[in-house]
Nanobody, 123 residues
Framework: VQLVESGGGLVQPGDRLNLSCSIS????????IGWFRQAPGKQREGVIS????????NYADSVKGRFTISRDRAKNTVYLQMNNLIPDDTATYYC?????????????????WGQGTRVTVGS
């Protein structure tokens, strides 16, 4: 099983950025895909998730109204759309796969992780 993130980069405050998480080696219609982030010197935090059976979303309060998550089932890819980015969004973003139901934003529930993609907001 392999998860590969892409789409990170340097943007300005207020910009938008789309990240992709391409999944290979497994295809699931249960469990969840979550996006997590870790800023330098800070703990990893859950950002947003989508359940693979019914598409329910869970959001961290810090990104509600700005970030959305979607899935292209045919491509086995999950997308993170980030709008109105702020400097506090600067972090390495990871996607992860959980076999457990619910899509909770708890890193302990996720089994497979990507290597991360860096997002920098500001100069």
């Amino acid at each position: 099983v392999q998860l590969v993130e892409s789409g990170g980069g340097l943007v300005q405050p207020g910009d938008r950025l789309n990240l992709s998480c391409s999944i290979s080696g497994i295809f699931l219609d249960f469990g969840a895909i979550g996006w997590f982030r870790q800023a330098p010197g800070k703990q990893r935090e859950g950002v947003i998730s989508i359940t693979l059976d019914d598409g329910r979303r869970n959001y961290a309060d810090s990104v509600k109204g700005r970030f959305t998550i979607s899935r292209d089932r045919a491509k086995n890819t999950v997308y993170l759309q980030m709008n109105n980015l702020i400097p506090d969004d600067t972090a390495t973003y990871y996607c992860a796969l959980a076999f457990r139901l619910g899509g909770r934003l708890s890193a302990d529930e996720y089994t497979y992780w990507g290597q991360g993609t860096r997002v920098t907001v500001g100069s």
